[in-house]
C-alpha cells in the first residue's frame, strides 16, 4: 500500500515538472525540470522492481540527455554571442 502512494506521488510530481518544463520561458530550467523528470521516473521503475530499466533511465535521462542539452545550449550562446 505504502508504495503504490510513492509510486502515485512521485508520478504527480512527474506531471507537475512535465507541466514546467513546457509552459517556463527558461530553457535552462525547463532542461533541469526534464532531468527531474527522468530521476522520478528511474525511481519509480525501481519501486517496479525493474532496476536494468532504472539503471539506463537514470544514466541516459538523468546524465547524458541533460549534458547534451546544456552543452547545446552553451554553444548556441556563444555563437549568438559571436555574431
Known amino acids: 500500500m505504502i508504495y503504490s502512494i510513492i509510486v502515485l506521488a512521485l508520478s ?3 506531471l507537475v515538472m512535465a507541466l514546467v ?4 520561458k527558461s530553457l535552462q530550467i525547463a532542461v533541469i525540470a526534464s532531468g ?6 528511474s ?3 525501481i519501486f517496479l522492481a525493474t532496476p ?3 539503471i539506463t533511465e537514470a544514466s541516459i ?3 547524458l540527455t541533460v549534458i547534451i ?12 554571442a559571436k555574431e
Open 61 to 63: 535521462g538523468i546524465a
Open 52 to 54: 536494468y530499466v532504472a
Open 36 to 41: 527531474i523528470i527522468s530521476l522520478f521516473a
Open 12 to 14: 504527480v510530481i512527474m
Open 69 to 80: 542539452f546544456f552543452y547545446v545550449l552553451n554553444k548556441i550562446r556563444h555563437s549568438d
Open 21 to 24: 518544463a513546457i509552459h517556463h
Open 43 to 45: 525511481v519509480v521503475y
